[in-house]
């Protein structure tokens, strides 16, 4: 059965849990889990025999730019008796260098593949990871794409009717595309 | 040049009157091959084209190759990322000349519905040149017939004494970008694209009004 | 690149390790995809998965359009199978905004998800067996089914693979009798092709000997690794959201599901013979009780389109495997944050569990039993 938070602050001791809410339709509320026990908060629903969430069914990042943090989103199911999702939700502050949360790898293999994808695309990085590099973009590549103030290199194409934010990049490059698009250096 | 009637009287005995040119273009447009090179939704659509329905194979493309050093076609059939870019242009390279590109799909003719996006090359143009284009998304298996029958006429106006391949000074194969850190180096090929000639100065009010 | 020499022992010949890659361009890789191999001879002593070559950042391009404007974008993720993404998502923003769906609608919803699973397994049956070496004669095969069914996909949505056909709260054009009967007809030629299908391959000698005791994945290591879909029911998980979600009409159906006991990539192949014959019969009762009625829920608006605040996980049964979306929404027109839970991506993790200490040939059908399709791994 689902376990309920009272449940888990007794089992692990020290745990800090905030009940966040989804639509009032979808009734998915997640816990959120402070990052120093959220390692032993897995491990619990993993292996207490009425949890048994031995299945982790996704991993995604979130960026809440507004906020200042990026929150990192697990889903659990149970195959052996069937019941879920148990939503575990933990945040890290949005700074390259204080942006880390422990990988929950060790506990289902299955997150591998997935925090490599969150670290790739949010610059999270994941402590206990076993190979954490990147998986989607090539191993040169230094940003973070995903993330809510990421600006994409000046490659827009040419419209014919420039608007928006096209407009205002094409102005703010001088006008021509093609002289900074063919250089051999980069340009930002 | 022959008269016609004369060339009719000889075909109706067994006798075939060409031009060398017509028979050595006859001979390269009804045997060319793919090359396998399928890498998004469209290549689906093209093994359907190469399937028993629309069977590609009676159109000369009878075996698609796996390698490029055998194949005289490559068709790019999807989208071509960043991170794919440089690897589409050395397979081009390594095609031994004559070759000939096909761009399928709106992905490969511009970016198509993914032009936005970060990792999206606009246009596989932007560091081969390309023969044919097929819009779509995808294409139907017919249009694909219909670029295959376009490249034949398009083998069949060559002429002998001008080709590229036994030219000395023409490029046959074209430098590979890099992935650096924020994008491609080069974003796209001066010598095989440029910008379309109508284009508008944007920081000039004058011309944006009249956009 | 070349790692520290191995001594064979039994003899006194030196040998070393070598370091090849395998794609992007290759005939049987299934797309654009790598593997980073370590050989000792023909024999796979590491594999690593390299990915990225078709991503396309479709959840980005999400957050830049409204939420019916995704639809199209999600016929591209699983290119095979463009109608049961259609029905992840409708069913993810549903789940999220409270929208019931007409009867009629859900009936049309399991026709269309279970015809797209019959044409998906048969390509990636022949697409196995051709890279066991078959070399076209299934693949035409089952291509031929498959354009049985892509026709009615185009008489019914215009197009033969991007249908964009679902929508939120239903259908988009609902079916008149001359699509029923050509749907009919499809499930009544079908198993007739399923018995000529397996009357050639399924007691074939080449493919015993070739695919039995090939790549077996365990049944903890595919539950610890997140696999889904027909590659973990192989293994002997019972697991079929189907059954579990009792999403749409199927808690009202009666068909089984196939589990294997082994693993191995003849598992793999078989199991999803045994599917593609349930799904026969899933269309079966449905074609003969579909009720009358609207197709669409009449309070979804189509223009300006919102959702309240919050997030949600909604989730199918693909014909790759578990097939879900993660919306998050701040009450606006467009997502928040949109992502998707990749079924293909996800069974890689074990691929390098499954391939090591078998040869190179045995790998290249392992990844083709696990039956990827680029355009949800990478996205």
């Known amino acids: ?36 026990h959220l390692v032993a908060v897995a491990r619990y629903l993993k292996n207490e025999p009425s949890c048994q969430f031995e299945f982790c069914s996704c991993v995604t990042g979130v960026d809440y730019l507004a906020k200042g943090f990026i929150e990192v989103v697990y889903h659990l199911y149970s195959v052996a008796l069937k019941h879920g999702p148990v939503i575990l939700k933990v945040r890290a502050p949005r700074e390259l260098d204080q942006c880390h949360v422990p990988s929950l790898t060790p506990v289902w293999r299955g997150c591998e593949f997935q ?58 490059d001088g006008g021509i595309m093609p002289p900074s698009a063919l250089a051999t250096e980069v340009k930002k | 040049m022959i008269d016609e009637s004369l060339k009719s009287e000889l075909q109706k005995q067994g006798v075939f009157v060409v031009s060398t040119e017509w028979l050595y273009n006859w001979g ?26 629309y069977d590609l194979a009676r159109f000369g493309a009878e075996v698609f190759r796996a390698t490029p050093r055998q194949a005289d076609l490559m068709i790019v059939a999807g989208t071509v990322t960043k991170k794919m870019a440089p690897q589409v242009v050395r397979l081009f390279n390594q095609m031994p000349e004559p070759k000939y590109v096909i761009a399928m799909g709106a992905c490969a003719i511009s970016g198509g519905p993914f032009k936005d996006g970060y ?86 009010e004058e011309s944006v009004k009249k956009l | 690149m070349i790692a520290e020499p191995l001594i064979n022992s039994a003899d006194t010949i030196t040998t070393k390790t070598l370091e090849i890659s395998i794609g992007p361009q290759h005939p049987s890789t299934h797309g654009v995809f790598r593997m980073d191999v370590v050989l000792d001879g023909e024999v796979v002593r590491a594999l690593k998965p390299v990915v990225g070559y078709l991503h396309r950042n479709h959840e980005q391009l999400a957050e830049k359009i409204s939420w019916l404007g995704s639809m199209p974008y999600t016929d591209r993720l699983d290119y095979f199978n463009s109608m049961s993404n259609n029905w992840a998502y409708a069913l993810a923003v549903e789940k999220l905004a409270g929208i019931k769906v007409p009867e009629r609608a859900e009936c049309i919803r399991v026709i269309m998800a279970e015809l797209s699973r019959l044409q998906n397994h048969a390509s990636a049956i022949g697409f196995l067996l051709q890279d066991c070496g078959a070399w076209g004669t299934p693949l035409l095969y089952a291509f031929k089914e498959r354009e049985k069914i892509l026709d009615f ?27 029923l009967a050509m749907a009919r007809k499809i499930v009544a030629e079908f198993p007739k092709f399923l018995d000529e299908f397996e009357k050639l391959m399924t007691t074939n000698e080449v493919v015993l000997a070739r695919c039995q005791r090939v790549g077996i994945l365990p049944r903890e290591l595919a539950i610890a690794g997140s696999v889904s879909g027909p590659v973990a029911r192989a293994s002997g998980v019972e697991y079929d959201i189907r059954k579990v979600d009792k999403y749409g009409i199927y808690d009202r159906l009666e068909f089984g599901v196939p589990v294997g006991r082994i693993g191995d990539v003849y598992d793999r192949y078989y199991i999803r013979v045994l599917e593609m014959r349930e799904s026969v019969k899933i269309l079966q009762q449905v074609l003969r009780d579909i009720p009358a009625g609207p197709v669409q829920a009449v309070e979804v608006k189509l223009r300006g389109f919102k959702i309240p605040a919050g997030d949600g996980y909604g989730r ?13 929404s701040e009450g606006g ?12 991506f996800i069974n890689l993790t074990v691929l390098e569990d499954m391939c090591v200490g078998h040869k190179v040939a045995d790998a290249i059908i392992i990844l083709g039993s696990i039956d990827i399709v680029l355009g949800e791994v990478d996205r």
């Open chain 3, 316 to 328: 199918v049964e693909g014909p790759k495997g578990e097939l879900g979306f993660y919306l998050v």
């Open chain 2, 28 to 53: 390269r447009k009804s045997s060319i091959w793919p090359l396998q090179f399928g890498l998004a939704c469209c290549a689906i659509e093209m093994i359907a084209a190469a399937a028993a329905r």
């Open chain 2, 119 to 204: 990792n999206v090359l606009k246009g596989v143009d932007r560091y081969i040149p390309v023969d044919v284009h097929i819009p779509g998304c995808p294409p139907r298996p017919e249009a694909l017939l219909h670029a295959i029958i376009t490249l034949q006429e398009k083998i069949a106006g060559q002429h002998i004494d001008r080709t590229r391949w036994y030219d000395a000074e023409a490029k046959t194969e074209f430098p590979i970008p890099v992935c650096s850190e924020h994008d491609l180096l080069p974003a796209a090929n001066p010598e095989v694209w440029q910008p379309p000639k109508d284009y508008r100065d944007v920081t000039n």
């Open chain 1, 115 to 172: 925090e490599r994808e969150v670290f790739d695309l949010y610059g999270v990085k994941f402590d206990g990871h076993p190979d954490l590099r990147r998986i989607l973009m090539w191993n040169e590549f230094t940003d973070h794409p995903m993330r809510k103030d990421y600006v994409p290199p000046a490659d827009y194409e040419w419209e014919p009717t420039p608007h928006d934010e096209v407009l205002k990049r094409a102005k703010a």
């Open chain 1, 1 to 36: 059965m689902i376990p309920t938070s009272e449940q888990l602050c007794a089992a692990v001791p020290g745990v800090v849990i905030e009940i966040v809410p989804s639509t009032l339709a979808a009734a998915q509320p997640a816990m959120l889990v402070d990052r120093e």
């Open chain 3, 153 to 179: 996909f185009e008489t019914v949505s215009g197009s033969r693979m991007m249908c964009n056909y679902f929508r939120f709260g239903g259908v988009r054009v609902d079916l008149n009798d001359a699509m």
């Open chain 3, 333 to 344: 027109p467009k997502p928040y944050r949109y992502h998707i839970r990749p079924p293909s």
